[in-house]
């Protein structure tokens, strides 16, 4: 037990076991359900909806009879920069506490360096961002490209546990590309150079040829005219909408269909008039559906399992929210009879089968109703069909006797 309840343990699905010869409870297979592949404990508990003593003794009983194994995983020293950090002053620049106490595989020294050019990039010019001298030259500019390559570049950090500082490193990394680029084009480098310079963020250099006057009133209008488009209201919608369908998409390759409606959802709220929003979002509405009502499913069936109040309301909340579920259905029906309420079981009943109609199980439950309820010509029809799908099945034609006494 000592062993499992580490957070950093690893847990893995027995390959030669054959789940479906099990006799599980429902809190073991809900807790089956959340590990795919190989899954740290500390994942275990965040996705369960039992406490996390609850979550550790299914854990135990599941490695004892040999469900499930145990992999230690191997633990890393975190990794430094392939290159001496730069020597910098931060100055008074105020870090997260948060975000140098994530826990990932890099050095807090390196986390520092990460945060203060993320935050700071946007401002900086390219020849800061690269730590260069506004005079520098090509030459300059590639070697300390490729020294800062060597800190930021994604594929430094292969496999590393990089949790949010992914996305800046990605970012930075960006800059720094797009900065490189545009210092080592000789048409590029001069038209930012003199725009520097009209902003006052540089001084002419000796090498700064004196711009003809009627080209820089063009080179300022149409900067001007970028700056108007950059700053358009209805642009900056459209391009909000263009990251948030991105979004939905990325979840969409992960199967996360909440999360993919909920972008997609914000997607359209930013550019209405986009039918490609509006058919995405079509398309997973479904799935989004299912998997929310599914929640709320699960977490009835343990609430049920320890004999908690609030079960009976999740699976008719599941049902609700997800009309097409006929295992949802099936439960309330199945539940309301257990209180011997066919009226209102009836409906829920009438609905599974509507969605699967070649389920005998959920015909011979409608009848059963139907047959409590006096309805025995209705009854019978469920017998009848069940019996034209398997002529064998001796509860059907027991109950199809019993709905034809009457008649």
Known sequence: MARIIQDDTVLFLNSEVKLE????????GFILSRITRKTAVREVYQLSLLD???????????????????????KEEPVAAAVPLPK???????????????????????????????????????YELLG??????????????????????????????LGSYQTRINQIYSHLAAAHATLTDPV??????????????????????PEDPMERERRLQRQAKEQRILNNPMLKRVQKGREFFEAGEADIQKQAWISAANNFKFAIMYDPHNELYKHKAEQVKDLADRAAAERVYQRGLVL??????????????????YPNGAEFNVKV???????????????????AVAVEPKNNEYRLLLGQILLKLKDKAEAAKQFEA??????????????LKEAKKWF
Request: with cysteine; aromatic share 10%; hydrophobic share 40%.
């Open 333 to 351: 029906a199945r539940s309301y009879c257990d209180q011997t309420d066919y009226r209102e079981a009836l409906p829920f009943a009438k609905r």
């Open 304 to 321: 049920e399992s320890y004999g908690q109040d609030g079960y009976f309301e999740m699976f008719i909340k599941a049902a609700t929210m």
């Open 88 to 126: 910098r002053d931060y100055g008074g620049f105020i870090f997260n506490l948060l975000e140098l106490q994530e826990e990932i595989d890099l050095p807090q020294d390196l986390k520092k360096e990460i945060l203060f050019v993320h935050t700071q990039m946007d401002e900086w010019t390219n």
């Open 52 to 74: 996390r003593a609850a979550t550790a003794s299914v854990l135990k009983k599941l490695v004892d009879q040999g469900v499930l194994g145990i992999d230690e995983p191997e």
């Open 132 to 161: 260069l001298t506004p005079d520098a030259g090509e030459a300059a500019v590639r070697t300390a490209f490729l020294q800062l390559s060597k800190i930021f570049h994604p594929d430094v950090y292969f496999r590393k546990r």
């Open 188 to 209: 590029e480098c001069v038209q930012y150079r003199r725009r520097l310079i009209d902003e006052g963020k540089i001084l002419p250099g000796p090498n700064d040829l």
């Open 386 to 399: 069940v019996i034209k799908a398997e002529p064998e099945n001796e509860l059907a034609k027991n109950l």
């Open 21 to 28: 010869d099990l006799d599980l409870t429902a809190q073991e």
